[in-house]
């Protein structure tokens, strides 16, 4: 099922069995947070081995990558957050 997901607050389209980074990825979306060194968090292995694509949804930091999209699901860039 296609559906929509919130993005720093921003209503973004997503195609059934995409995972959030392919939706963000495909929505323009390269900046994904900040590392606590203030380096870019982006995709870049997209196999959930490099945590360089952490979000937040919510509950705490998850690896975009890996993460399925869900209608209405909110997510927020990582910042440098630790949790
Ligand atoms: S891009 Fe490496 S864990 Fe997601």
Redesign the pocket.
């Known amino acids: 099922m296609n559906g929509t997901l919130l993005w720093n607050g921003t209503a973004l389209p997503f195609r059934a069995g995409e995972t959030v980074?392919s939706a963000l990825t495909r929505a323009g979306v390269r900046h994904f947070g900040t590392t606590p060194q203030g380096q870019a968090r982006a995709?870049?292995?997209?196999?959930?081995?490099?945590?360089?694509?952490?979000v937040h949804d919510g509950t705490g930091l998850t690896?975009?990558?890996?993460l399925p999209c869900r209608d209405g699901m909110a997510l927020t860039d990582a910042g440098a957050r630790h949790d």
């Open positions: 980074a995709l870049f292995c997209g196999i959930g081995q490099c945590q360089n694509c952490l690896e975009a990558c890996l």
